[in-house]
C-alpha cells in the first residue's frame, strides 16, 4: 500500500499540548471499576499499544478517550480539552464493529462514514470529502473493492474498510481496538505500515492489543494496564519478566527463559450484546 496525497489537512496542534492526559481517573460499568486511579501522558505523533489482560480496562480506557464512557473521578483531556470537546478530531474504531453484515452497504460508503462528523446535518459530501475516500481506500489496498458489499468481504477486507473509514476522516489521534487481531501478517504488517505513517505526520495512535509480539515489533510506546497502569514506556517493557508478572499476574507461564500469556483473546471489559469476531482463519472455515 502507498500512501496517495491528502486532499485535506487538519491544521497541527501545537507540539506541547499533549494527545491524551488522563489524571486519576476510576470508572466501570455498574458499580464495578474498570480502571482505577489512572494517570497517563502521551504525547503527539506516539505509536502507542495498550497491552494488558482481558478485562483489564483497556477498552474502557479507550472508551474515556473517546468520550463514549464518562469517568466516575478524575480528569481526561484529549487534544489539550476536555474529552468529548474535540470529537471530530478523533476516530475511533472498536474492536468488534456492530454491523448487521447483511444490510447492503458498500465498501465506499463504509469509508464515506468517517466524513460524516465534519459535514454536519445539512451538508452533501462534496468533491473534497469524495477525494478523501478515495485516498483513504487507496491506502489500506481497497479501492479495487470499493463497491462489492461489507458482507462479501474477509475479515482482513473488513478491518481495512473500517480503517479507511478513519483515515478519511483525517482525524489528529486514532483510538483503535485490536486493529489487527486474527488477520493475516501480510495484512498485519500493511496496517502496521501505515499507522506508522500516520504518526510520522504527526497524528497520534493508541491501540490496544493481546499480541505483545506485534506490540515490540510495531510499536514505539508500550502501556502495561491492569485496571492501573503497571508501567509506561519503549516497547521493550513488553519483555521485560517483571512488568509482565505484575501486569498479567496468575495468566503468565514462564516456560525457562520465555513468558506465555494464558488469556482469553475474546473477553472485554464490558459485554455488548451482538458482538462478532471475525478472523481470517474463521473465514476460511466457512
Known amino acids: 500500500m502507498t500512501a496517495a496525497p491528502r486532499p485535506d489537512e487538519q491544521a497541527a496542534l501545537p507540539a506541547s499540548v499533549l494527545a491524551v492526559a488522563v489524571r486519576g481517573v ?25 497491552f494488558g489482560p482481558n478485562g483489564g480496562g483497556k477498552s474502557t480506557l479507550l472508551k474515556l478517550i473517546a468520550h463514549a464512557i464518562e469517568p466516575w473521578s478524575g480528569t481526561v483531556e484529549v487534544l ?6 474535540r470529537a ?6 472498536t474492536q468488534a464493529e456492530l454491523v448487521d453484515w447483511s ?16 459535514l454536519g446535518l445539512l451538508r452533501r459530501p462534496g468533491s473534497v470529502d469524495r477525494a478523501a475516500v478515495e485516498s483513504a481506500l487507496e491506502q489500506v489496498g481497497m479501492a479495487d473493492r470499493r463497491h462489492a458489499q461489507i458482507g462479501a468481504l474477509s475479515g482482513g477486507q473488513r478491518r481495512r474498510a473500517f480503517l479507511a473509514r478513519a483515515i478519511a476522516a483525517d482525524p489528529q489521534l486514532y483510538l483503535l481496538d485490536e486493529p489487527v487481531t486474527g488477520v493475516d ?3 498485519q504488517e500493511d496496517l502496521m505500515d501505515l499507522l506508522r505513517r500516520e504518526t510520522e505526520r504527526g497524528r497520534t495512535v493508541i491501540s490496544t492489543t493481546h499480541d505483545l509480539a506485534a506490540a ?9 494496564l491492569n485496571h492501573r497502569v503497571i508501567a509506561t514506556g519503549p516497547s521493550e517493557l ?27 483473546a475474546h473477553h472485554h471489559d464490558s459485554p ?10 474463521d473465514e476460511r472455515r466457512r
Open 80 to 85: 489539550g480539552a476536555p474529552a468529548g470537546a
Open 185 to 187: 501478517l501480510a495484512t
Open 216 to 224: 515490540a515489533e510495531h510499536f514505539s510506546t508500550v502501556v502495561a
Open 88 to 93: 471530530a478530531q478523533i476516530a475511533y474504531v
Open 103 to 118: 444490510f447492503p452497504v458498500s465498501v465506499w460508503d463504509v469509508a464515506m462514514m468517517g466524513r460524516y462528523a465534519g
Open 238 to 264: 513488553v519483555l521485560d519478566p517483571d512488568v509482565l508478572s505484575r501486569t498479567y499476574g496468575g495468566h503468565l507461564l514462564v516456560l525457562g527463559s520465555h513468558a506465555v500469556v494464558m488469556d482469553d
Open 26 to 50: 476510576t470508572a466501570g460499568y455498574d458499580h464495578a471499576p474498570a480502571l482505577e486511579d489512572v494517570t497517563l501522558e502521551l504525547p503527539q505523533g506516539s505509536l502507542v499499544a495498550i
Open 272 to 281: 455488548m450484546g451482538g458482538e462478532q469476531h471475525y478472523h481470517e482463519e
